[in-house]
């Protein structure tokens, strides 16, 4: 167990809907990362939250967003889903000065109809 | 961000020690190095981190000559529940932030 959690764990929606993913870090970890993972591309990273600020950001599409609490759990905002979003997204988290040490969730796995 | 690259797939037997290596010839003076191992369907899980030398902990070693242009992941004792991807990253990529590439499908047979 990371001590990460990760809610829902499966989500099945149709195309166009909006969904919204949720992630705890570990106790006292204040970054907080959201990836993707599809069959064709790997584990892509889309973006990193440290202490409710954006401090990165990889491939997110616009159709997407983030934030972070204040209480420092995450949400992952899809929107306009396509069938091309169905896939595992996973968050992580970390110590600031450690972003190369990253906890990952269990993941959620999103199928769009 | 310094490219790696490692096997894209590997087998061994139950009980064996398995080496998996990974190139970083661009390494940056500031880079760790790290190593993480994911499960079908699961998160990519950290199991090793090293500067320089040798990093050992209960789960695995890593060699890191002193060029630090490699580096080599070992397994001691491996069993079937070591079957799994495994990634070796190098530092952060700021804005691209981990780069996990493919990996190396690591397949133990009893």
């Known amino acids: 167990d990371s001590g990460v959690t990760q809610t829902p764990k499966h989500l099945i929606t149709a195309t166009g809907q909006r969904v919204t993913l949720r992630c705890s870090p570990r106790?006292?970890?204040?970054?907080v990362y959201w990836y993707q993972q599809s069959l064709d591309q790997g584990l892509q990273f889309l973006i990193q939250y440290y202490n409710g600020e954006e401090r990165a950001k990889g491939n997110i599409l616009e159709r997407f967003s983030a934030q972070q609490f204040p209480d420092l759990h995450s949400e992952l905002n899809l929107s306009s889903l396509e069938l091309g979003d169905s896939a595992l997204y996973f968050c992580?988290?970390?110590?600031?000065?450690?972003?190369?040490?990253?906890?990952f969730g269990p993941g959620t796995r999103l199928t769009v109809l | 961000l310094a490219k790696t690259t490692q096997p894209i797939s590997m087998d061994s037997y139950e009980g064996q020690e398995v080496n998996i290596t990974c190139s970083h010839n661009n390494i940056a003076t500031n880079d760790y190095i790290t190593w993480y191992q994911q499960f079908p369907s699961q998160g990519p899980r950290f199991i090793i981190q090293?500067?320089?030398t040798k990093v050992t902990n209960e789960v695995a070693s890593l060699f890191i000559p002193a060029d630090r242009k490699s580096s080599t992941l070992s397994l001691p004792r491996v069993s079937l529940s070591d079957t799994a991807v495994y990634y070796c990253l190098v530092g952060w990529g700021g804005a691209d932030g981990l780069t996990f590439g493919k990996g190396t499908h690591l397949i133990i047979q009893p």
């Open positions: 992580a988290s970390s110590a600031w000065d450690q972003k190369d040490t990253q906890y």
């Open positions: 106790s006292g970890d204040l970054s």
């Open positions: 090293g500067y320089k």
